[in-house]
């Protein structure tokens, strides 16, 4: 294996890591802000590879670094008729479910004086804000990746600039060939004497300032002579070029030709174009609506990923890839013979996806995931409302242990689900190439 590849890898996992580590401290923090014990803070599940008592909250990292959680005591309020200042023994980490309930339930969280310090008894706004502070960190740090990536960076562009790669000789838009041929005539940009590196700034008096605004300007014009002007080597200069026709590919379906029209014969150079804040803003927010059509429709996706395991069909690009998956990609990245400016392009980008996708699941509104806790704290909240409102009596706090089957049962799903992405990643991976 090439070492590089490796690298890549443990990079990416550390990336995950961190991201997971900001997640818990999302929680972490409003939850000491409003008074709820926080007996640990974990990244990682399994054996705990290393911890540190800090106050009454144990901080470590655990061997398997796919997720964290915080402990937090009185996730449960008592049966109805137990003595209040009990509570149910059950596991408490919202990912921890059926993993550490076997070993949670035979714990005793609250001590006598921490009556006030549980869960359930915090406003329900509180417990919204608690829940909602791990999927909010994941959207900041999507949006600082994004913004190193954006504004940093830059993402690929092609520019109106003379590439290396341009062929001297016109070659029939039918023929899959990049070599010239004796017969072939030379490109009007060769006969105007275009070079590698001219920069195109004008055609015919307008302004350049895009590789599709040359394409535009070009192509429309048709056959005939145009001056053009170009920057080449820092200095401004004008060529008289006299344009062919010439049928293309259409820019919108490359199946289809576009019949003569106007053909200088220079190919773009792709380029890191530098983006502002603002239009960090609404690339998250594209990339938002495309993360939440994707979690809408992830069932059917999920059988996707089934068919690419187990009956070897190509894995959909757009499909969802797993944390086994993802680290492959950061391999196969940091493996590969981009320049370092792409690499680290890429690999922000894929932790900045990762981020957002992390944050947005967490927000379905099912246990145990964020968003079921969040649920359960605005119908909380609505209750609450309603018995002001009508002058009743205030209602009991909501029991999400009622609940719980269910969630046994979608934790179960979500353990079938990351095993088969696991799997899938290992048997079928997607790659960056493929």
């Known amino acids: 294996m090439n070492w590089l590849y490796l690298v890549g890898i443990i990079i990416f996992l550390l990336g995950l890591m961190f991201s997971i580590a900001l997640h818990e401290i999302g929680h972490l923090v409003p939850a000491k802000i409003f008074g709820v014990k926080v007996t640990q803070y974990m990244v990682g599940f399994g054996s705990t590879a290393w911890s540190r008592r800090r106050g009454e909250t144990e901080y470590g990292i655990k061997w398997i670094p796919f997720g964290g959680y915080i402990r937090m005591i009185g996730m449960l309020p008592p049966r109805p008729g137990d003595d209040p200042g009990k509570l149910r023994s059950t596991a408490t980490g919202p990912w921890q479910g059926l993993i550490e309930s076997a070993r949670d339930a035979a714990q005793e969280e609250v001590r006598p004086g921490d009556e006030d310090r549980v869960f359930y008894r915090k406003k329900w706004w509180q417990k919204i804000i608690i829940m909602s502070g791990g999927p909010l960190m994941n959207f900041v740090l999507a949006f600082v990746f994004f913004s190193i990536l954006l504004v940093g960076i830059g993402l690929p562009t092609w520019a109106p600039i003379v590439s290396p790669e341009t062929s001297t000789c016109v070659i029939p838009a039918t023929e899959q060939r990049t070599t010239c041929k004796p017969t072939d005539r030379p490109t009007p940009a060769a006969q105007a004497g275009l070079k590698p590196g001219d920069r195109m700034v004008s055609f015919d008096g307008h302004r350049i300032a895009t590789w599709d605004d040359a394409t535009r300007l070009i192509r429309s014009h048709g056959p005939g002579p145009v001056e ?15 344009l062919i026709a010439q049928d293309r590919p259409n820019l919108q379906d490359p199946k289809k030709l576009d019949k003569n029209v106007g053909f200088l014969g220079v190919l773009p150079t792709e380029v890191m174009q530098r983006q502002s804040l603002g239009q960090v803003v609404g690339y998250m927010g594209e990339l938002t609506a495309r993360v939440a059509g994707s979690l809408v429709n992830l069932p059917e996706k999920m059988v996707g990923v089934w068919h690419a395991a187990f009956s070897g069909e190509e894995r959909d690009p757009e499909g969802p890839v797993g944390v086994v998956g993802a680290g492959r990609m950061g391999g196969e990245i940091l493996a590969s013979d981009l320049s370092n400016e792409k690499k680290i392009a890429i690999f922000v980008n894929l932790l900045a ?44 706090y909501v029991d999400i242990a009622k609940v719980l089957p269910l969630t046994y049962a979608i934790a179960l799903v979500m353990m079938v689900m990351a095993g088969l992405l696991v799997y899938a990643d290992l048997v079928n991976p997607l790659t960056l190439t493929g």
């Open 228 to 242: 053009l002007g170009v920057v080449r080597d820092g200095k401004p200069l004008t060529l008289d070029v006299t």
């Open 353 to 396: 996806g990762f981020n957002l996708a992390i944050g947005m699941f967490n927000l379905i509104p099912l246990l145990p995931l964020d968003g079921g806790h969040i649920a359960g704290g605005i119908w909380e909240g609505i209750k609450r409302a309603y018995a002001r409102i009508m002058r009743r009596p205030e209602p009991k």
